[in-house]
């Protein structure tokens, strides 16, 4: 997904995981208090954490910096900002960037950080990744070393979203010594370790006493995770809990209006809640059922009926935080009649498997009552989420519509790929992401517009809504994140007065 997109944070494609043996990972150290302590409520636990061989967001959500660092990060504005490379210079031909690293940093394994760990980590993207989004990395042609404190990067071909992607989990330096338990025992040069991890449960992190940047504010953070919203809810307002990473329960917001206790940021995300369509099979190969679909569909009622009006509407996969965002909610407005005229009089029975997230269940309903209308019936199932959602839609592609919140930044190329579990295929969308990610800064704008266009002329999948950034934490909790444009929660600027 390019992200799977999946975020799954939110609710997105975040994969998480059922209580399932294990335990603690290490040693969990004595648990401090007050302002040295902080605990935020999620909804997906990760199924491991090995996020080179593990589809979804929770991973990276959890671990990407603040465990694992990359040579650059995203900052809150979106800008691109140095991490463990502390400057960069391109080439005028834009192939070639050298990268400055950092002096005196190790990782938790106490092993030094060089050049050397860096030519690792991207051969490991080739060779070991097991992800699909690896291939966004394929217009690295080699990387060399300088010295030990300089790495050259040589493209094939300039690209526009070679460093920003170097601010995704496929940018996470490795140790060399590091990687034999990647799943259960992460090796990272971050502000943070992991002191445990209870299965189903919880994930502890620890502060790295060794690390080479300021340190976080706060020494210990715990990842606590929930099965459903209203259980999240409760331990904020009981204290078990001081953030609500995102609220799965908009509805409940009331619950939290006391300014002396709680404070409310609302922001947006990346998050895309996709209605996915299985292009690669009957009914939704065909354009014209795929296009009654969108017409069927009251996105403004979806969205008050599922998510209480929070969040916004698009009609394509770029959100208005991406320079090439255009409002394409007017491509299929809501119509009744023009969808039954697009199904030509004919009707459909289709599988609807949605994983059993709060946002997927609600919008389920809203989708099958609405699609009723125009004569597609759709039975509902819910998949245990993210095992089996992960095993039936994404990996096999058996279903004919699904919906999931494809959370990842800079998304849309995962239509390019046809075996992607959309099953889309345009060779001329292709095009355009190539075309856009070589050429010049305004080119790589209009291409990529021009490509969100392809993609909802085609009705490739339609796109409910975007998913809002809410996040409810007691009084006194400082450095949340208005909006979530990246794939990390980061707790090193979090503080608690």
């Not at 920003?164 to 040069?189: E, I, Q």
Request: glycine letters at 10%; hydrophobic letters at 40%.
């Amino acid at each position: 997904m390019r992200r799977i997109g999946i975020w799954i944070a939110a609710g997105g494609l975040l994969l998480g995981t059922a209580a399932c043996g294990g335990g603690s990972t290490g040693e969990a150290p004595k648990q401090a208090a007050g302002s040295e302590t902080l605990s935020v409520g999620f909804v997906a636990e990760p199924a491991n954490l090995d996020f080179t061989s593990t589809e979804g967001a929770a991973i990276p959500q959890a671990l990407l910096v603040n465990v694992y660092e990359g040579l650059v990060k995203l900052g809150q504005d979106g800008s691109i900002q140095p991490l463990l490379a502390e400057k960069w210079e391109v080439s005028p031909d834009r192939k070639t960037y050298t990268f400055s690293l950092r002096k005196g940093v190790t990782f938790t394994n106490g092993a030094p950080f060089t050049a050397d760990d860096v030519i690792f980590s991207f051969d490991r993207v080739k060779t070991d990744w097991k992800l699909k989004i690896k291939s966004q990395l394929d217009t690295v042609d080699r990387v060399d070393k300088d010295d030990a404190s300089t790495v050259v990067v040589t493209l094939k071909q300039p690209s526009n979203g070679f460093l920003y992607t170097m601010t995704t989990r496929l940018g996470a330096m490795f140790s060399r010594t590091g990687v034999g338990d990647l799943a259960n025992k992460p090796v990272g040069t971050g502000p943070y370790q992991l002191a445990s991890w209870k299965r189903g449960d919880s994930i502890q992190l620890s502060g790295n006493d060794a690390y080479w940047g300021a340190k976080p504010k706060i020494p210990a953070v715990t990842l606590k995770y929930f099965k459903d919203a209203t259980a999240m809810n409760n331990a904020l307002l009981t204290g078990g809990i001081d953030v609500i990473s995102s609220v799965q329960a908009p509805e409940s917001l009331r619950q939290f209006a006391d300014p002396n206790r709680f404070e409310t940021v609302e922001g947006t995300t990346n998050g895309e809640v996709v209605l996915s369509m299985n292009n690669g099979r009957a009914p939704f190969n065909d354009k014209k059922v795929r296009q009654a679909v969108r017409h069927a569909i009251d996105h403004q009622a979806l969205l008050d009926t599922a998510w209480a009006g929070r969040g916004g509407l698009i009609g394509s996969m770029v959100p208005p935080t991406d320079p090439w965002y255009e409002d394409r909610t007017g491509d299929y407005p809501y119509d009744v009649a023009k969808a039954r005229e697009l199904l030509g009089g004919k009707t459909y029975n289709v599988k609807m498997r949605i994983p059993n997230l709060p946002y997927a269940v609600a919008g389920a309903q809203v989708v099958k009552s609405q699609l009723a209308q125009v004569g597609i019936t759709a039975d509902i199932e819910p998949l245990e989420f993210p095992a089996r959602w992960l095993d039936v839609v994404f990996s096999k592609a058996d279903y004919d519509l699904s919906i999931i919140n494809h959370v990842e930044p800079h998304d849309m190329s995962i239509f390019a790929d046809k075996s992607y579990y959309f099953r889309y295929d345009n060779p001329e969308f292709g095009k355009l992401l190539t075309s856009a990610d070589q050429g010049g800064e305004q080119q790589q704008i209009d291409d990529l517009k021009k490509a969100a266009k392809l993609l909802s002329d085609d009705a490739a999948a339609d796109w409910l809504f975007l998913f809002p950034n809410l996040i409810v934490a007691k009084k006194g909790v400082t450095g949340l994140p208005k909006n979530g444009i990246a794939e990390a929660f980061d707790f090193t600027a979090l503080a608690k007065q």
